[in-house]
């Protein structure tokens, strides 16, 4: 069985992307036999209607067609984690804007390269933030900088983290901070939230 899915979060992007009706005529011509769709769904959130049933119905030597592979996540470990999974299963991956097909093994190459790429980038920006530290630490100068986020900002992102399940690399797109800024953002937000909670028990005992 070959199946199509589908999926929109927003309505901006129904208006001005990819529609549910493009996607679903596009995969349709290249051969999906029924479609599944999620709609105004963020693909950070695994937990989708459409996603779910397509991962109920998939058997062995069935095909998947999407649009794009943002289509399955927002984040590109996710769409590995699940071609990585299909792969296991027997259950090849379309791909038709970037033309990837994992029934071949030039479609599942593309796929490792991406993720190589992907995390050979993030290691050469730790290291290069890392050699400027250490450089400017040796000529004597600082390299603290003030901070450009507030405790409304930290409280805000570790909301997001708690109760709607951003994780670290939705907060970088969310705030526009780097992965350490995120941490420290996260770390003074628990650091206030404890000395409220401490706060508040002592003005209980009194």
Not at 52 to 61: D, E, K, M, S, Y
Request: charged share 35%; aromatic share 6%; hydrophobic share 30%.
């Amino acid at each position: 069985m070959k199946y199509g899915y589908i999926r929109v979060s927003t309505n901006k992007q129904t208006k001005y992307g990819y529609s549910l009706d493009y996607q679903k005529d596009a995969v349709i011509k290249a051969g999906a036999e029924h479609v599944l769709a999620d709609e105004s769904v963020s693909g950070k959130n695994m937990q989708r209607p459409g996603f779910n049933t397509l991962q109920i119905a998939l058997h062995p030597g069935d095909t998947v067609i999407v649009h794009s592979l943002d289509r399955l996540g927002r984040n590109f470990k996710d769409i590995v984690n699940i071609t990585d999974d299909w792969n296991k299963r027997d259950i090849t991956l379309i791909a038709l804007k970037e033309g990837v097909d994992t029934s071949t093994q030039v479609g599942i190459t593309y796929l490792q390269i991406m993720a190589s790429i992907a995390q050979l980038e993030r290691r050469m920006i730790i290291e290069r933030t890392e050699a400027g530290r250490k450089k400017a630490h040796e000529q004597g100068k600082t390299t603290n900088r003030p901070p450009t986020w507030t405790d409304k900002d930290a409280l805000k992102a570790l909301d997001y983290r708690e109760n709607k399940d951003f994780d670290i690399c939705d907060l970088c797109i969310k705030f526009k901070k780097s992965e350490a800024t995120i941490f420290r953002m996260l770390r003074r937000a628990r650091e206030i939230k404890h000395e409220n909670t401490t706060n508040d028990k002592k003005d209980k005992q009194k």
